[in-house]
């Protein structure tokens, strides 16, 4: 898809939870893209996110590959990830398998990035995204900072954005006014995906700012909650990266507090789930030659394995071209279903597509085929599971969104270059 | 590809195996296809090997999936796999998540081939392929088996062979010739395969026959071994079907006795293994759409995470279409490792493509790209993976075979039809 579909139908909304000016961050926010020349096309690849206030407050989260680019080990390791007062961030490298030169490149883009927004160097994070192996030249990132400075501006999210993005066909940019009890306060977010997205955490970076008052602790735990719903449920190939990372930063500049365990925990919390699972749609939908999305939500067996079923048939390639093919091909789905449970015949299980039963009772039923063509044709389509529940557990359900397999994903990935 | 690659670089060559006629079976069988009415285009689709001796052995080996075809329920719930005398299979219908309905379905099949082939009902394997979730006319398959009768002969393999295939570009059959100390025996071989191909068991049938003179016993046992070692290891899209089944009968007609423990045993098992892998690796090569074949083969690490990282790599949808590409980016590799082994940072793996080191250490090091672009131009590629050996642990060494995703892989299984 080349832009967001009008609304995803798998993004709750509320009452409380209103869409804003998304160009605009949040208060206590300030950003920046500049082209630093790392990307061949010269296009902006050099990104800077500052937030102003001392007391700002950070959580967050990465990917959980063995083979860490280097931004995420420095960050990781040299930030202070509850106190973060910056992220610098380059598209076009991910400075990923660079060795200890890699370490030394993140380290210097830290460094710079300290200087420019004026913060401690343990309050900057460093991201990269782009081509695996091929060393960084720092020297061009700090160079395009010293630059960036004189840009960073409450309103610099189109060039953050576009300074964080790769083959993103739409830049994915989400902003909200949440009513709480104590006033309004507004959640920015940023986001650059297509490629290699998974669940497991998707591959993709995610800054998100708000400017409501939040203890580390409450940010943290926020933000566990709300990726595990949105980035950690997506599969474009079935891919986990060396470079995802998600921050959440809260300025507190609007002076309405978020108490632990309050009604307005739950109401920001609510917020900060639709934005990550827009934004997560959104990486879905832009998947490399993505057509459609699919929704897989498999209700019954226990968590794990409710989990594994959903995430085995969101990254079936035979279930995704079906996809692309406006085919409701129901046999392959409950191929992925078999494959996902070795050992398990005979499995009853029952399968869904667009609300039309096609599969009970572990075979197929009769139903109305030429209704089901039209509805598979459709922008999203949803396909529920249903699994037999183990003798005293508790029924559990997961989900998973996907895109479709096209040609354009093959081209986009026969001629990605090295 | 359309048709085998003149060789295959990873099986082995034996002075005491000797390509033969693969169109004639081996001593003490006789096979026939048919066209039935199942497949819409008229085709073969119903196949008869019968043994005539009534001391013919067997042994066979099933799909792992929670989701068992009712031929494949039927063959392990009613047939005795060690005593084998005939395989009735067909194409254009899986008879898959068909209900008790398949299963009478699937018992009826075995009850008329009992019939035809003159041996009792639990001699009788039944297999079917093709689309999931349909309802199988069993009358077709009785009346085609009717005429099938007629039809059984020693040099039925072509007929046999075209009666199992579906979406096959080319016939999956070896014969080999195999000196062993008390004379010559003869190893025949049919197999389909294509698409839903992986490793864990490929999507595949194949039947083996052979006039040595095996225990039941050794015929599990050789079955197992080379089972493990070529269609186990395969991958076309990452998939495991509802229908697998390799069948091994051993006729005894030669009269050379396969000892168990013997070097006649190796000497034979050396045989089977080099039939199995052919055949294994005529699936990936005749894998939907599939110009090239890649092995990945990852030594280190203990024997479950080579096997892990190796299937990881093999089943990337972004190693798979920089095959198609002819792109050396060892980056998706890297990519691809690191996702294996969740948590396992830092990792120091090394990577080689066709003999040539890319990197070492967990990082890239220099390269002459241009030679490797070349290299990774030929119809079988090699990727070599090395992982650090956990103290104390003996390194272990995995493979898995894969094609490349095209173009074609899209079209055929967008357009593949319900």
């Not at 990266?241 to 002076?255: F, P, Q, V």
């Not at 039923?365 to 459709?378: K, P, Q, R, T």
């Amino acid at each position: 898809m080349n832009a967001r579909p009008e609304s995803y139908r798998w993004v709750p909304q509320f009452d409380h939870v209103t869409p804003s000016d998304a160009s605009t961050l949040a208060a206590g926010f300030r950003a920046a893209g500049v082209a630093g020349g790392i990307k061949a096309d010269g296009s902006m690849d050099v990104a800077i996110l500052v937030a102003d206030a001392p007391e700002t407050v950070s959580a967050a989260r990465f990917t959980r590959s063995a083979v860490l680019a280097a931004p995420v080990q420095v960050t990781k390791e040299r930030a202070k990830l509850d106190t973060l007062r910056a992220v610098v961030a380059n598209s076009g490298n991910a400075n990923a398998a660079t060795g200890n030169r890699g370490l030394d490149e993140a380290a210097r883009m830290q460094g710079a990035a300290s200087m420019v927004a004026g913060v401690p160097v343990e309050g900057v994070a460093v991201a990269s995204t782009g081509v695996i192996g091929v060393q960084l030249d720092g020297n061009k990132v700090v160079q395009a900072l010293v630059g960036a400075r004189a840009e960073l501006r409450p309103d610099g999210v189109a060039d953050f954005t576009a300074a964080i993005s790769t083959t993103d066909a739409f830049p994915k940019t989400v902003g909200f006014d949440v009513e709480l009890t104590g006033g309004t306060v507004r959640i920015t977010a940023q986001a650059k995906g297509a490629g290699m997205i998974r669940p497991g955490f998707a591959t993709m970076l995610c800054f998100v700012q708000t400017d409501a008052k939040l203890s580390a602790e409450t940010a943290d735990l926020l933000l566990g909650v709300c990726v595990k719903r949105s980035f950690d449920r997506i599969s474009v190939d079935g891919q986990l990266s060396t470079n995802d990372t998600a921050i959440l930063m809260a300025s507190g500049a609007s002076g309405v507090e978020v108490a632990p365990e309050s009604e307005d925990e739950l109401r920001f919390g609510e917020a900060l789930d639709a934005a990550l699972r827009t934004l997560a749609l959104d990486m879905v939908a832009d998947g490399e030659g993505a057509t459609r999305i699919g929704r897989v939500v498999v209700n019954g067996a226990d968590l794990a394995e409710a989990e594994h079923v959903a995430r085995e048939v969101a990254n079936s390639p035979l279930v995704k071209t079906a996809l692309f093919g406006q085919d409701p091909n129901w046999g392959r789905i409950a191929q992925a279903v078999g494959a996902a449970l070795p050992g398990r015949h005979p499995l009853a299980f029952g399968i869904d597509i667009e609300g039309v039963a096609v599969a009970r009772g572990g075979q197929g039923i009769s139903f109305d085929e030429h209704a089901l063509i039209e509805a598979v044709g459709g922008d999203q389509v949803e396909y529920a599971i249903t699994l037999p529940v183990p003798d005293g557990a508790l029924p559990a359900e997961a989900e998973v969104f996907f895109s479709d397999f096209g040609y354009e994903y093959v081209r986009i990935n026969a001629e990605y270059t090295t």
